[in-house]
């Protein structure tokens, strides 16, 4: 009777385990951890160099979404998930998806922060996504957020300065060039621009922020030359979309400056 007792027992600890999702999300009841699978993080790396076709960069989000399973955090699939929503966050006309891309792109980043704090993807794509929030943001709440992205790039710098083709001491020299009318600091932006161009030279943005820097100053001769530099730059392959906006700002801020 006693070993009958003991059967029914175990069949009904099954059952309300089966019922109540044991082998569901739960980490702490041991379910197993499958790692999204090489081929998976390529073919979003793939549809990620197409990002000038905004409809690739949604796929390419899509996978990487599909990868993120609840039982674990991958550090690249985060930060990559972050640097793709950014782009698209950036990009898109389509309001409701930029705010929420803006959004998923922020708590991304975070997490590999949080993953990773010795690497310098999360911090940056972090920044990233809250510089361009705050870049669509009023004023007030954007000028709240300068003190996270200035953190975050201060921390890539202190990771890698030349991460991103030294995008952290470009993103610190815009903090100082936009908020110059507050109390930003043109001659510091002209610094940090001049570090991030001394370390990554194919960085468009860079000279993009120093002619501007230049033209407040009034160095015009130095802003112009700035701007013709982007024109004669031989792009990096990895950022031929980016290097297609940059020029055709230079073209723009040639045409009505000079």
């Known amino acids: 009777m006693k070993t009958n007792n003991f059967y029914i027992l175990i069949t009904f600890v099954i059952t309300l385990c089966l019922?109540?999702?044991?082998s569901?999300?739960?980490e702490s009841v041991g379910a197993p951890k499958v790692p999204p699978s090489a081929d998976l993080i390529a073919k979003a790396d793939q549809l990620f160099s197409e990002r000038k076709?905004?409809?690739k960069l949604r796929e390419a989000i899509k996978t990487l979404a599909g990868a993120r399973i609840n039982n674990l955090r991958n550090y690249e699939v985060e930060w990559k998930f972050a640097?793709?929503?950014?782009?698209?966050?950036?990009?898109t006309e389509d309001e409701k998806e930029r705010d929420a891309s803006l959004n998923n792109g922020k708590a991304a980043g975070k997490l590999a922060m949080q993953m990773e704090p010795n690497k310098p993807d999360g911090y940056f794509w972090?920044?990233?996504n809250v510089g361009e929030q705050a870049n669509r943001s009023p004023i007030v709440i954007a000028i709240t957020s300068v003190g996270d992205i200035r953190s975050a790039m201060n921390k890539v710098i202190e990771l890698q300065p030349d991460y991103e083709l030294a995008s952290a001491y470009a993103v610190l020299g815009k903090i100082e060039l936009e908020t110059r009318l507050m109390g930003g600091?043109?001659?510091?932006?002209?610094?940090?621009?001049e570090k991030s161009l001394a370390l990554g030279k194919g960085n468009g943005d860079a000279r993009l922020y120093l002619a501007q820097a230049?033209?407040?100053?009034n160095n015009d001769a130095e802003a112009k030359r700035q701007l013709e530099s982007v024109l004669q730059m031989k792009p990096d392959p990895a950022y031929l979309p980016e290097y297609d906006e940059q020029t055709a700002k230079a073209k723009q801020l040639l045409q009505t400056k000079f």
Request: a negative charge; proline letters at 0%.
């Open 53 to 55: 076709d905004l409809s």
């Open 185 to 193: 600091d043109l001659k510091k932006a002209v610094e940090y621009l």
């Open 83 to 91: 640097r793709n929503n950014y782009f698209l966050g950036r990009h």
């Open 126 to 128: 972090y920044g990233a």
């Open 214 to 217: 230049h033209l407040a100053l």
């Open 24 to 26: 569901g999300d739960d």
């Open 19 to 22: 019922l109540s999702g044991c």
